[in-house]
């Protein structure tokens, strides 16, 4: 099984600023890596596939980049709804798994 | 408008059964890959099983291989998961999921291992 690693656990920014998150894959993934947002009592939504394509009505500052093992999604300026639990998640084979999240809060 | 919904959670004890569905909208279900997400309590994603088009072979996370089966039903449009031998650790929102699919102008299509349609859920508690 494909273990990803997500770093930082949290990240406490304001509105405006921008946000750099990482996922680290236990082995390569090619370009298999997608980004989800989930917010308190809500199921996941699908950001970024294939690691760097936007999904349908995925606003532009979304953008994820990398290949192999190291990937990175980053939201240029957040906004207030932006504020959320972003998760990785590699289909590079079966079994797909999601890495633990991190948490995007206000500073 | 697309749409999943889930039904058929509840609490049950140690050793017992329930049957999730989920009935799609929207959308013909047998034409997409689909699945069954689960999160614990507090904690993250797991995903637990995955069915492709036709009659292709289904997968099964090994947390819940053996207990678990997962199932469509084209008439109705919907997906099932069949949970046996309930343990405490299965306590979690269930999440049916519709995969992402690319469809190219020539009328074929890509399907890709990303969630592209979540329903919103239904909690299953395994408590004594």
């Known amino acids: 099984e494909i273990v990803l690693t997500q770093t930082p656990a949290t990240l406490s920014l304001s509105p405006g600023e921008r946000a750099t998150l990482s996922c680290r894959a236990s082995?390569?993934?090619?370009?298999?890596l997608a980004w989800y947002q989930q917010k308190p009592g809500q199921a996941p939504r699908l950001l970024i596939y294939?690691?760097?394509n936007r999904a349908t009505g995925i606003p532009a500052r979304f953008s994820g980049s990398g290949s192999g093992t190291d990937f990175t999604l980053t939201i240029s300026s957040l906004e207030p709804e932006d504020f959320a639990i972003y998760y990785c998640?590699?289909?590079?084979?079966?079994?797909?798994?999601f890495g633990p999240g991190t948490k995007v809060d206000v500073k | 408008q697309v749409l999943l919904v889930e039904s058929g959670g509840g609490l049950v004890t140690p050793g017992g059964s329930l049957r999730l569905s989920c009935a799609a909208s929207?959308?013909?279900?047998?034409?997409?890959?689909m699945s069954w997400i689960r999160q614990a309590p507090g904690t993250g994603l797991e995903w637990i099983s995955y069915?492709?088009?036709?009659?292709?072979?289904?997968y099964y996370g090994d947390s819940v291989k053996g207990r678990f089966t997962i199932s469509r039903d084209s008439a109705n449009n919907s997906l099932y998961l069949q949970m046996n031998s309930l343990r405490a650790e299965d306590t979690a929102v269930y999440y049916c999921?519709?995969?992402?699919?690319?469809?190219?102008?020539?009328?074929?299509?890509?399907?890709?291992?990303?969630?592209?349609?979540w329903g919103k859920g239904t909690a299953v508690a395994v408590s004594s």
């Open positions: 082995q390569s993934v090619s370009s298999n």
């Open positions: 998640q590699q289909r590079n084979s079966w079994q797909f798994t």
């Open positions: 929207g959308f013909n279900l047998s034409d997409f890959y």
């Open positions: 294939d690691a760097s």
């Open positions: 999921a519709r995969l992402l699919r690319y469809d190219f102008w020539s009328g074929s299509y890509y399907h890709y291992q990303y969630v592209d349609v």
């Open positions: 069915i492709k088009t036709g009659d292709s072979p289904v």
